[in-house]
């Protein structure tokens, strides 16, 4: 894809990574990236930083809880209205809460999922849907963070099924997942009480603490790239400031015989 002139929305993207990935595609020539979050003081302060980088008009921000499946179609319906229709979803809204599993996975799953789904009905043909997912969506790493290993596996499986060649032959839309190992965002700072106890919480902050963080740069570089190359369906990792594309086992590959039975 050529995204000059295109037209982005990008969930969770007040602070951290979803706002440096909105401040590269900016940069890049995208005509309007609109932000999304729910702390709106942060939201307006992103467009303020933006705005001041880019330009007027380049940049706006919505409310969106992505577990609410109305306000995120609405999200959509007022970009396709004004801007004509949308080329570029990144769903990157998630969190890390052990403590409340349930609404990490509305947040991390759900919300993805709701995307995923919504983009076919708005987004243009030839768009693209980058899914955030995580190096722990491949390895639990850090095995005390169980419900977010768990919902970042789930995001990769969403991308393999929604980016399968034979329904993007259908919708012409692809879909991508990116999978930052550890990297400079507000995460690494979360106490132990966003744990399942305070024993797995602090070697849960441990283990995040023992690993030296990438720049969140280097998972917007990673992910510009990867909507301007990346084949629907494929998931890349960006770990130590380096890309890499992941290539899994195929059926015969992947498994060992045991028995006759």
Known sequence: MEVKGKIALVTGATTGIGLTMA????AEGVKTVYISGIIDKDGEKAVQEMTKKHGENRCAYKHLDVRNQQQFEDVFKEIVSKEGGCDILINNAGIVNES???LL?????FGVMTGCRLALKYLNKGG???CTSSLSG???YCPYLIAYNASKH???GLVKSFGDPQLFAEHNIRYLSIAPGVTDTKICELPPTYHFNQEWGKKGVAAFYS?????TESVAKATLYMIQHAPTGSIWVVMNDQ???ITFPDRESYQTKILDL
Do not use: Y
């Open 154 to 156: 789930a995001v990769l």
């Open 138 to 140: 491949f390895e639990a």
């Open 100 to 102: 409340d599993f349930q």
């Open 105 to 109: 996975m509305e947040i991390n799953v």
């Open 23 to 26: 401040d590269t595609l900016l």
């Open 243 to 245: 890309l890499f594309k």
């Open 128 to 130: 693209c849907v980058m």
């Open 211 to 215: 690993e030296t963080p990438q720049k």
